[in-house]
């Protein structure tokens, strides 16, 4: 299969496109490269580039691809609150756009990256599944949840798009990200001797390592159309399901010689299980 993948350069996307082609796939990205040289170890990718933003994407750049992966975005909530018109230009509008261009092109499948945040202050006691209703908090959150509701709109016999929601991605990448929860209580403690919860500690964050993120996709590329076709999908197993806190605590234990402080007095409003 012949598979583009957008933001192959960012922090799934480095992992996904090695893992993609040592299935035996063909892989080419498509970057800004606005991170391309912010590695960490040693960065051996050599994945052939189209560099352009996803917004400047034409029908000609996707001719001949089978799928597109579609990972490129800004990619949190806090740089999402920065500028909610660039989060909704680029994360939604771009992404719709990329999807009809595809479609034009003749691609086949689109896997979309979305987000676990999209359920927002979901219960605490239960787990959440596809089908719980959607409460997005934060301009990210509803950046995703209107790209896949206007996708889904395209979905055809020839245009199976997939919506993959992940949880809280962690491990390491040659594109390393510091701010995800469990990243970020790890790197407090390597590089302070602090795990610093920036909360009360209540939140529950699902967490799902990047290489089963990558293996996730995978699965969605290659499945039959009728399991797959316009459907989304949570990403992260039902057992890796935490309380902030908890997070911590694994971490200290890791890490004993670290101690746990609380800087945030409020509980994060974000609760997704």
Known sequence: MRILVTGHQGYIGSVMTRY???EGHEV???DTAFFGDCVFGVNDDTTPT???????????DLQGFDAVVHLAALANDPLGDLN?????DINHRASVHLARTAKAAGV??????SSCSMYGDGWKDELLSEDAPMRPLTPYAVSKAKSEEDIAELADRHFTPVYMRNGSAYGISSHLRADL???NLMGWALTTGKIKILSDGSPWRPIVHVEDISMAFAQALTAPQAAVHNQAFNVGPDGENYQVRDLAGIVNELVPEATVE?????PDPRNYR
Do not use: C, H, M
Request: aromatic residues 16%.
């Open 28 to 30: 080419v990205g498509l």
């Open 108 to 113: 086949e499948r689109f896997v979309f990256s």
């Open 20 to 22: 993609l082609a040592a």
């Open 50 to 60: 189209i560099y352009k933003d996803v917004r400047d994407v034409t029908a000609q």
């Open 84 to 88: 909610p018109d660039w989060t909704y």
């Open 262 to 266: 609380y800087v945030g007095k409020n």
């Open 181 to 183: 929860v469990l990243n």
